[in-house]
């Protein structure tokens, strides 16, 4: 199988050179992959200016641009053919509920299925070493073929991995409702500039049966398909309801 690998912690990231070792063994792992973390960075592509790869292995190149940038460069022709599946991560910390919203893992498996590619988005409830990512590894590399035969367009997948070495078992979820407590650190430079730092706890989330956020919580594997073309048909019936103001 021909497998394209990116990330959104940038090319030397332990979660990325793991999986692709692991893979490489049977497949055609071609990388490409941000120079440094671009965690954050959600689906920003550059515009206007170029991108900019250098090629720093046979089947690798690394960028100097978003997630999603690497996934359009390889997927229009950098890698010269098209991949069977496209594998974006392993990240390092979770990838839960709204967080997809933020994240340049999902927005790199997002930005396949844009472009008519099977995609996974996978990361692990890890925030710091050791980063047990052995499981992670061997259930996606023994589910290749899963992934790729379950696509249907229009599409993607978001897998989570409990921090343990051995999950209990895997489920299908739905994304929970994230509840950020975010803090504002603030300080002026002598020239007058105001610098903001952005911190706070790590997010929690809605306690509800069925969320990504849950299976975590309960040590089992989260596997969530996430639609690319997101809609609410009970809130556009309310618009078109409405009466609107005309200037005219």
């Not at 793991?18 to 055609?28: D, F, K, S, T």
């Not at 933020?102 to 990361?123: D, E, H, K, L, N």
């Not at 911190?199 to 594997?221: H, K, L, M």
């Amino acid at each position: 199988m021909r497998i394209l690998l990116t990330n959104d912690d940038g090319v030397s990231s332990p979660g990325l050179r793991l999986l692709g070792q692991a893979l490489a063994a049977e497949h055609e792992v071609w990388i490409v992959a941000p120079d440094s973390n671009r965690s954050g960075s959600s689906h920003s592509i550059t515009l206007g200016t170029p991108s900019r790869f250098r090629r720093t292995g046979e089947r690798e190149f690394t960028c100097w641009g978003t997630p999603a940038d690497c996934v359009v460069v390889a997927l229009m022709g950098l890698v010269p053919e098209a991949p069977d599946l496209v594998l974006s991560g392993i990240n390092l910390g979770p990838n839960l509920g709204t967080d997809i919203l933020y994240s340049g893992t999902a927005a790199a498996a997002r930005q396949a299925a844009f472009m008519g590619r099977p995609a996974v988005a996978c990361s692990l409830a890890a925030y710091a070493p050791p980063y047990r990512l052995d499981f992670a590894t061997r259930f996606l590399a023994g589910n290749l073929q899963a992934f790729v035969d379950l696509w249907a367009e229009d599409h993607f997948l978001n897998i989570n991995f409990p921090d343990s070495a051995a999950p209990a078992g895997a489920e299908v979820t739905f994304p929970a409702r994230r509840v950020y407590k975010d803090t504002l650190v603030r300080f002026q430079a002598p020239n007058g500039d105001l610098y903001c730092f952005l911190g706070g706890p790590q997010p929690e989330a809605r306690e509800e049966p069925g969320t990504d956020y849950r299976a975590i919580q309960q040590g089992a594997v989260s596997i969530s398909p996430i639609l690319i073309h997101p809609s609410n048909h009970d809130i556009e019936d309310r618009y078109r309801q409405a009466s609107y103001f005309n200037p005219a």
